[in-house]
């Protein structure tokens, strides 16, 4: 099927306007009565700790982002450096982290946890976290991801918690809402319309009828993929959602890639535009491979994830800014809170950078013409 017509002048004053707005949104980061320089844990190191549901390649990205943060601010000595090699695997960073060195922080080689999204290794996770923290072993933990949110946000414990990397806290039940935690202990950064945005500007940009997604039909899965607020726009905007359900919890990566590719296949020829979501079948050193059948039926993809997926031959995405702004912003939170704020106090919402990344390769594969108002607000280019 040839792809649907692309519009280069629709909305061309969204555009516009969306790049006049990129610098009004500054970070929001609120409770500026605590301050964020380094302080110790009278006299001795905070012990830090770590735990994800499993490897994701935003959870390094984030970590190390944090860290970067972290050493801006002056908690961490400047000589400490993390090897690129690291950046897809946690554990290490992580273990890079343990040697690095602080007046202030320690990151415990001991307190890293992962449950490599395995159901019944993340209750043995669980428990054994939970003990450690009503010990008072960890002085503060960095939850990455929507399991780890899930697991840590609650009474059973009060050490400070900081959830770093959930599609979606407040779906997920990991926090009551986005001003607010419901826990003292807990802070999860939150952006409640980062997805109905990037829906609205795919759509404004492509003028699609007929929008493809792959998902896995569980909660978690119509979470990670945000099903409702795709539902939402295609209801105000009037098109029609063609979707594939391709299941990956407990299944290996393999499997679940070859899920995804053949979801890709059957929907290639009945869909004029695709929202690739978060699934554990998109991998970088794969990615190429599963979009093929799309790229072949010159279908424009947006990537709910960001841009290393635009780099890796996807369309189109929000660009972060290489993760630092998002990095900064959690830094700064975690120094707060080693200060004495209240996780609970601070606010939540932060929302990603109004910048575009696009891929003029794919672009031209697929024979869409990028309107000059759309490279005006692109911060992150690929040829």
Known sequence: MPCVGFRPQILMIGLLGLALLLNMMGEANGSDWYPTTPTTNDGDKWRIGYYEGGPYINYPANLKAIVKGLLNLGWIDKTMALNPTDAGDSRAVWKALSKAKSNYLTFDPQSYYTANWDSKLREQNRSTLIKKLQNKQVDFIIAMGTWAGQDL?????????????ASDPVKSGIVKSASYSGFN?????CDPFRYIRQIRLFHDIIGFKRLGIVYENSKEGRIYAAIDDIRLVADQRGFDLVTCE????????????????????????????????VHQGVD??????????????KIPIWSQRGPQEVRHGVLLSISRGGFQPIGMYHAKMMAKILNGASPGELNQIFE????????LKTAKEIGFVPPKGLMKVADEIYE
């Open 185 to 189: 202990h807990v802070h999860a950064r």
């Open 352 to 359: 990603d950078p109004k910048k575009i990344a696009i891929n």
């Open 284 to 297: 970088l050193e794969t990615i190429d491979d599963s979009l093929a059948p799309l790229i072949h039926h």
């Open 153 to 165: 946000a609650n009474n059973h414990h009060s050490v400070p918690v900081m959830v770093v990397s």
């Open 246 to 277: 391709a299941p990956w919890s407990g299944t290996p990566k393999h499997v679940s890639f070859q899920r995804l590719k053949q979801c890709h296949r059957q929907l290639a020829d009945r869909i004029d535009a695709l929202y690739l979501t």
